[in-house]
Every structure is written in structure tokens, then in C-alpha cells.
């Protein structure tokens, strides 16, 4: 059966309440139609990606684990807060999506503490349209955004957007081979995908990286924030510009150099070294 229509189905659940009470009696119920149509070998959890899921509505944090194993991830999911930590630490997920609307902890508040302490790609997921809480969000170490009501299937390509930039950092060569100087202090290594400042990495989010390496690789040209957000985030964005202009700072703040140029009117340019050492 086709992802697409099963992922019509999900979507009508989740936020058609007419649709709801006409056709299903509950989620075990549409899961008990959904079941015989989709790829029984999808469930092996064998190195399977590993995904953690805090989210305190019910409905879609339980779709949201019977979709991602369906596709083949290791699917955990949290109601609380409190819980979503303490499974943290023991589950040791590659990817967390994380709700800011929790009962006992304040998301974004979350969202600051994992990403100072773990390394690990997080996406929010929020029914607020506030760009001050998006922004929020993105300034205190969030990768992503993904706005209720959200399709499962977008859920899953943003998903798989990080992983991909995740292996590049993984599979990347030895250090020596692919070093670019970006000023007197700062190296860039392409196959190891990281920064360095006299020796010493420099914590970038993926997306911070792939930013830095879009300018980089682009000396003399300016990228428009719509130019940015196509390149960088791999699909249609539906986020608001500002999300290019939180990353830019949060790179300046952390390269603590003028290597990214601001032209206004129009968007970014790189004004850095680029040769290789």
C-alpha cells in the first residue's frame, strides 16, 4: 500500500475531528486497519535508526512510534517531560522530537538543556505560529520546526534530511587530507565535517555546518535567505526567513570572527579564506 495514502489516513485522524468520530473508535483501532496494508519487515529493530518522540498527546505520539517503525526506526516515545529525560539517557536516541507544549516542563526549556549536553539533532514540534517561538526554539539549539497539524510523511523526510548530514559527519575521511583555512585561526575539515580553532573543534549543528560550507564553497556570491533555506534544508521550508538569520548568528557567535557578511536587501556572503592548506 502506497505511504501516501496511509499517510492521508494518519493526517485525517489526527486533525479531521469529524473525520475521527465518523470512521474510527480509537487509534488501536485505525492501527488494526492500517496493520494488514503496510510492510511487516519494516519492524526489525536490528541497527535500526533509534528515534525518541516526547510529545503528551496521545494520539499523536502513538502514531507518531507506529509510523517511524513502519518506515524501519527504533521508535520510543514519552508523555512528560520527566519522562522524556530519564528515557533519554537510557534509550540513547539518534534523533529527538520534541513537543514544547509538555505538562510539567517548559519545551523549550528542554530543548536548551539537551542540546548543551548531548549531541544530537532535535526536532520541535509545535502548535504555536508565533515566529518569536520559533525562533526561540531554533536559538536555543533546536535543528528544525515542524508546526501542528504536520503530515507523518514530512515528519519522516526531515528526519532522514538530518541522518544524511549525520553519515557525511561519520564516514568522513582523516583530518590531514582535507583541511581548509577559513582565517589564521579556523580550519574547516570537509571530510571530517567540523570546525576547528587553533586545534580545538568548534560545536556547529549540522545545519550550521552545512550553512558555513554553502557560503564557503561560494565566494563570490550572495545567497538570498530563500537561496539558503532551499540549499540547506534539502525540501520546501515552510519556516520564516529569520530561521537563516538565527543560524547565521548563532555561527558568528561561535567562529567569533567576521567570516559571514550580512548584504543587505539581499541576504549573505562569504568573506573568508578558501583555499585549501
Same mark, same amino acid.
Given at each position: ?6 499517510? @492521508? ?6 486533525? &479531521? ?21 503496510? &510492510? ?15 510529545? &503528551? ?43 514544547? @507544549? ?25 502548535? /504555536? ?29 526531515? *528526519? ?7 553519515? *557525511? ?15 589564521? /585561526? ?55 526567513? /529569520? ?35
Amino acid at each position: 500500500m502506497p505511504f501516501f495514502f496511509i499517510d @492521508n489516513l494518519v493526517r485525517l485522524y489526527l486533525w &479531521d475531528s469529524p473525520f475521527r468520530s465518523r470512521r474510527f473508535k480509537s487509534w488501536q483501532h485505525l492501527f488494526a486497519i492500517l496493520d494488514p496494508l503496510t &510492510d511487516k519487515g519494516a519492524l526489525s529493530l536490528t541497527d535500526a535508526i533509534k528515534v525518541l518522540a516526547i510529545e &503528551d498527546e496521545e494520539s499523536i505520539r502513538d502514531i507518531l512510534v507506529y509510523a517511524l517503525r513502519r518506515e524501519g526506526f527504533h521508535a520510543r516515545a514519552a508523555a512528560t517531560g520527566e519522562e522524556g529525560m530519564e528515557l533519554l539517557e537510557r534509550f540513547a536516541p539518534d534523533v529527538l522530537l520534541l513537543d514544547v @507544549n509538555l505538562p510539567d516542563a517548559d519545551g523549550f526549556d528542554l530543548c536548551r538543556k539537551v542540546s548543551s549536553n548531548v549531541r544530537i539533532p532535535i526536532l520541535l514540534l509545535t502548535a /504555536r505560529h508565533d515566529l518569536v517561538d520559533k525562533v526561540l526554539g531554533l536559538e536555543l539549539g533546536a535543528d528544525d520546526y515542524m508546526t501542528k497539524p504536520f503530515e507523518i510523511r514530512e515528519v519522516i523526510a526531515r *528526519i532522514r534530511a538530518v541522518l544524511r548530514r549525520r553519515d *557525511i559527519e561519520r564516514d568522513g575521511g582523516s583530518r590531514a587530507s582535507g583541511l581548509v583555512a577559513l582565517s589564521d /585561526r579556523l580550519e574547516l575539515d570537509r571530510p571530517g565535517y567540523a570546525v576547528y580553532r587553533d586545534g580545538s573543534p568548534i560545536k556547529l549543528k549540522p545545519k550550521e555546518y552545512e550553512l558555513l560550507l554553502l557560503l564557503r564553497d561560494h565566494p563570490n556570491r550572495v545567497f538570498s535567505r530563500e537561496e539558503i533555506l532551499d540549499q540547506v534544508w534539502e525540501m520546501d521550508y515552510d519556516g520564516d526567513l /529569520r530561521t537563516v538569520d538565527v543560524h547565521v548568528q548563532r555561527i558568528r557567535k561561535k567562529l567569533e570572527e567576521p567570516l559571514i557578511e550580512t548584504v543587505f536587501g539581499i541576504g549573505y556572503k562569504w568573506r573568508g579564506r578558501s583555499r585549501t592548506c
